[in-house]
């Protein structure tokens, strides 16, 4: 059974496309998350959203946008793909309780901008 | 701004030597701190989690504790395996819900 799933596990595509990355979680968690892992391996948040509301937004482009249609899923799209983007995306949930608990993550999406 | 510092950044120890990777934080005001794997081309798998009002937690072969005042914690892996090796990351959870990442410490177990 996996906990957090994320599709696809790799993309590669031109620059200026726009794309998408799906996120589901069957953990019954109430929050989910975005980071971005750069080449530098350095993991960074971009997004969480909580009840189907966005409650942080790390200085990301405007490109970016998290689409959240339930609690389970929290799908990522982007918009006029940029070389910079080229990084491993992941996705991970948590409840929302306090004191807050173990987030979970996806396998990772790595995408590639040519 | 919440920063994490990980010290070695890489370690490289013969099989079966005890071990501490070091995580330093500059603000104090966390929920929690979690210690996470990371295989090469893998996700993150979550090791422990030491909620703030914690000192210690332990699990198998691992401890990690946590001096929230003086923003360090601290990851102890005891008789270290080949399986070991690793990316280990330090993550405290900040006031708004979101994990901040040390750069990590890179671990090689050698048989």
């Known amino acids: 059974d996996t906990a957090v799933s994320q599709t696809p596990k790799y993309l590669v595509t031109q620059m200026g496309n726009d794309k998408s990355i799906k996120c589901e979680q069957n953990l019954g968690h109430d929050t989910m998350y975005w980071y971005k892992q750069d080449s530098k391996k350095f993991l960074k948040i971009m997004f969480s959203y909580n009840n189907k509301e966005l409650i942080i937004n790390e200085t990301v482009p405007n490109r970016f946008s998290p689409k959240s249609p339930d609690k389970a899923h929290l799908n990522l799209h982007i918009n006029s793909l940029e070389l910079g983007d080229s990084a491993v995306y992941f996705c991970?949930?948590?409840?929302?309780?306090?004191?807050?608990?173990?987030?979970?993550f996806g396998p990772g999406t790595r995408l590639t901008v040519l | 701004k919440q920063e994490v510092t990980q010290i070695p950044a890489a370690l490289s120890v013969p099989e079966g030597e005890n071990l501490v990777l070091n995580c330093s934080f500059t603000d104090s005001a966390i929920y929690n701190l979690q210690w996470f794997r990371q295989d090469p081309g893998k996700g993150l798998t979550s090791l422990l989690l030491i909620q703030s009002s914690q000192r210690e937690q332990t699990s198998g072969r691992l401890n990690a504790s946590l001096d929230k005042s003086s923003g360090r914690s601290t990851l102890y892996i005891a008789a270290s395996q080949p399986g070991d090796s690793a990316t280990y990351l330090c993550?405290?959870?900040?006031?708004?819900?979101?994990?901040?990442f040390g750069k990590g410490t890179k671990l090689s177990v050698k048989p």
């Open positions: 991970a949930s948590s409840t929302s309780g306090r004191p807050p608990d173990t987030q979970y």
């Open positions: 993550a405290p959870l900040g006031s708004q819900g979101n994990l901040i």
